[in-house]
Nanobody
Framework: QVQLVESGGGLVQAGGSLRLSCAAS????????MGWFRQAPGKEREFVAVISWNGYYYADSVKGRFTISRDNAKNTVYLQMNTLKPEDTAVYYCAAGTNLFLLQSGTADFWGQGTQVTVSS
C-alpha cells in the first residue's frame, strides 16, 4: 500500500518556525516530484512548494520564508517554515507526482491526509 504520512504540525506564535515531514512508504519516490499544498477553512487547496531530482519551485506567498528539501534515503520530504504568519494557518498536505511541473499544477498520484498548522498573532 502506497502511503504518504505528514507530521510536525502544531500551534506556533507569529514569527516562529515549524518543520513538516512527509514520510512515504510502499515504494521509493526518489524519481518522483514531491510537494506541499495547504488549505484554510472555506478556501480551496493552494500550492506551496514542489521539489524534483533537479529543481524546485515556491509559491510567491512563501518564497524567502519556506524551504523544501528531501532525503531520498529516508523516502521523506520536508518543509521548513520560518517567520510564520497568521495567514499561513491551514491544513498542510503532502503530495507526489510524475514531475515537478505537473505537481505544481495540482496533478498528483498520491496525497497525504494532512497536518494542521496554526499560527497565532
Amino acid at each position: 500500500q502506497v502511503q504518504l504520512v505528514e507530521s510536525g504540525g502544531g500551534l506556533v506564535q507569529a514569527g516562529g518556525s515549524l518543520r513538516l515531514s512527509c514520510a512515504a512508504s510502499g515504494r521509493t519516490f526518489s524519481r518522483d516530484a514531491m510537494g506541499w499544498f495547504r488549505q484554510a477553512p472555506g478556501k480551496e487547496r493552494e500550492f506551496v512548494a514542489v521539489i524534483s531530482w533537479n529543481g524546485y519551485y515556491y509559491a510567491d506567498s512563501v518564497k524567502g520564508r519556506f524551504t523544501i528539501s528531501r532525503d531520498n534515503a529516508k523516502n521523506t520530504v520536508y518543509l521548513q517554515m520560518n517567520t510564520l504568519k497568521p495567514e499561513d494557518t491551514a491544513v498542510y498536505y503532502c503530495a507526489a507526482g510524475t514531475n515537478l511541473f505537473l505537481l505544481q499544477s495540482g496533478t498528483a498520484d498520491f496525497w497525504g491526509q494532512g497536518t494542521q498548522v496554526t499560527v497565532s498573532s
